[in-house]
């Protein structure tokens, strides 16, 4: 393949820097003085695939802010600023507003099958583009090259299915209480809709809410992460490529809580769907009340990992292993504690440490990466505080425990042995290499630990026993259970929290009720 080729060609060049050239260029890209020959060499091809957009989209027109203001966009394994994108605020949003609010009357009066064409095209283009794609996403936010091309192929299934389900939005017809009535209940598009969107999925989470708002006959404004907003604009350009209509889908980025208003103060704008912490999704929700906006969000997890004693340890290995490291740690359905019962305890955690000590820290754009950078000097920070926490209350490091030898935000898959419930590493999500093992007597303790908490959305458990999957897994208040699998998102079932982990349900046959109205028609005098 001929990315493998260029990304070992890339890592035998190790860290050597382009010196000189240092100058912004008319389309917003900078060349760093310190971009590493690797990134600069990824960057080269992403533009000449016609992918490296720093502007927004507003009714199909890319869109540099209205007073110019740029922000950097930052690669979190080196520090080199990729681009400079445009950094937009109120006005920006509402001409997003307005232009998708236009659009809405001409795309949603489309046949089923007109919406469903346009989308198939864009899952077809997403795909033919995926490795520029991925680049873009491990050059942004540091995840490795194959986790990246993992996400591509994720966030593409949602284009793919939701594609299919479009034909699909069936209405009712209700028998009638009066012999000369019908009754029926058609499904018809929100409207407008608002997509919030964070930096960790930088493809997925926009294509997760893009995909089904789109085939219900909605439009869109999308505000991605101000740390990930290219990957999202390369898709934005897909999108307008596979002929979605200028102003279905726009993209706004920049002044995070300025935008956030304009969506919410609008009355053309009939839903808000956020991914993103718990904290800006309350606001997002408590600001929806004024113009009794639909809301779904999908906030922060506390996800435990429950390992009984009758698991199959080297499926709990795997799977508990999978479901902490993924993207360093910095997922909302990441283990946050692993729960191990006592009998299990010890071999599990030697066996557990053996797995961790063989990931692989660096650069993403090496392929013998499994651990890239945190997002940035903040998460890396949060980190540290949870572990001074828990080792100030008893807990003991067992592995790592302290920033990576590589700088930056690099930090060691780490290994922190008997956590308490009274320790932050137990209570918040560290979002990071950090996993807590916390030991526990009967099932019942471990059901009540693993309750004890805001958070409601993902769980795992691993137990060689049907009974207890099934007792187990109906006792966790979550909306996502894994048993004996540690990785099961998938555009196919429905995905999302309960309790404070947020509202609605994304992806699947369930995901497309986020963005419809129910109508209900009564057809009197008929005899
Ligand atoms: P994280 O800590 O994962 O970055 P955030 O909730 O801060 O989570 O960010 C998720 C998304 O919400 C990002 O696109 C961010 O810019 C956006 N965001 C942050 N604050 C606001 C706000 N006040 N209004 C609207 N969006 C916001």
């Known amino acids: 393949m001929a990315m493998a080729m260029a990304m070992r060609r890339a890592a035998a060049l190790g860290a050597r820097h382009?010196?000189?050239?240092?100058?912004?260029?008319?389309?917003?890209?900078?060349?760093?003085?310190?971009?590493?020959?690797?990134?600069?060499?990824?960057?080269?091809?992403?533009?000449?695939?016609?992918?490296?957009?720093?502007?927004?989209?507003?009714?199909?027109?890319?869109?540099?802010a209205y007073d110019g203001k740029t922000i950097e966009v930052e690669n979190p394994a080196t520090g080199e600023i990729l681009a400079n994108v445009s950094c937009m605020g109120s006005r920006e949003t509402s001409d997003a507003i307005a232009s998708a609010h236009t659009t809405f009357y001409s795309w949603s009066k489309l046949t089923a099958s007109e919406r469903s064409k346009a989308l198939r095209k864009w899952y077809d283009l997403i795909i033919s583009n995926k490795e520029e794609l991925a680049l873009l996403m491990t050059l942004e936010q540091g995840k490795p090259i194959k986790e990246a091309l993992g996400e591509v192929n994720y966030g593409a299934s949602f284009i793919e299915y939701f594609?299919?389900?479009?034909?699909?939005?069936?209405?009712?017809?209700?028998?009638?209480?009066?012999?000369?009535?019908?009754?029926?209940?058609?499904?018809?598009?929100?409207?407008?809709?608002?997509?919030?969107t964070p930096w960790n999925f930088p493809l997925a989470m926009i294509t997760r809410k893009v995909g089904p708002a789109l085939a219900c006959g909605c439009t869109v404004v999308v505000k991605p992460s101000e740390f990930t907003p290219l990957t999202a604009l390369a898709a934005a350009d897909l999108a307008l490529q596979a002929g979605i209509p200028a102003g279905a889908l726009n993209v706004v980025m920049g002044n995070a809580p300025e935008i956030g208003d304009a969506l919410l103060q609008s009355t053309q704008v009939r839903k808000i769907t956020f991914t993103g912490s718990t904290a800006v999704g309350k606001k997002l929700m408590a600001g929806s009340a004024d113009t009794v906006k639909k809301v779904s969000l999908e906030l922060g997890g506390n996800a435990p990992c429950i390992v009984f004693d009758d698991a199959d340890i080297d499926v709990a290995i795997k799977g508990s292993l999978a479901a902490k490291f993924r993207n360093s740690g910095q997922t909302c359905v990441c283990a946050n504690r692993i729960l191990v019962q006592e009998g299990i305890y010890e071999k599990f955690a030697s066996a557990f440490i053996k797995a961790v000590q063989s990931l692989q820290v660096g650069n993403g754009l090496e392929e013998s990466t499994s651990q890239g950078p945190l997002i940035n000097e903040a998460a890396v920070q949060k980190v540290e505080k949870f572990i001074k926490d828990a080792t100030s209350k008893g807990a003991h490091i067992m592995l790592g425990g302290k920033r990576h030898s590589l700088g930056m935000t690099f930090y060691e898959p780490t290994v922190v042995g008997n956590v308490s419930n009274d320790m932050l590493l137990f209570r918040e999500e560290a979002f990071g290499p950090v996993a807590p093992l916390v030991p526990f007597k009967t099932e019942e303790d471990a059901i009540h630990m693993a309750n004890d908490t805001n958070a409601g959305l993902a769980a795992y458990i691993f137990t060689k026993s049907i009974p207890r999957s099934w007792r187990v897994s109906e006792a966790l208040e979550y909306g996502l259970v894994g048993?004996?699998?540690?990785?099961?998102?998938?555009?196919?079932?429905?995905?999302?929290?309960?309790?404070?982990?947020?509202?609605?349900?994304?992806?699947?046959?369930?995901?497309?009720?986020?963005?419809?109205e129910l109508k209900y028609i009564c057809m009197g005098n008929l005899n």
């Open 483 to 516: 048993v004996n699998e540690g990785l099961i998102s998938t555009e196919v079932a429905p995905f999302g929290g309960v309790k404070q982990s947020g509202l609605g349900r994304e992806g699947s046959k369930y995901g497309v009720d986020e963005y419809l």
């Open 163 to 196: 594609a299919e389900e479009a034909k699909r939005i069936y209405g009712d017809i209700i028998p009638p209480t009066l012999s000369d009535r019908r009754l029926l209940v058609l499904k018809q598009p929100v409207g407008v809709v608002g997509a919030i």
């Open 18 to 64: 382009i010196l000189g050239a240092s100058s912004s260029s008319s389309s917003g890209i900078l060349r760093s003085r310190h971009m590493s020959v690797d990134a600069a060499a990824a960057l080269e091809r992403i533009r000449a695939a016609g992918l490296l957009r720093t502007q927004g989209l507003i009714g199909g027109k890319w869109i540099d």
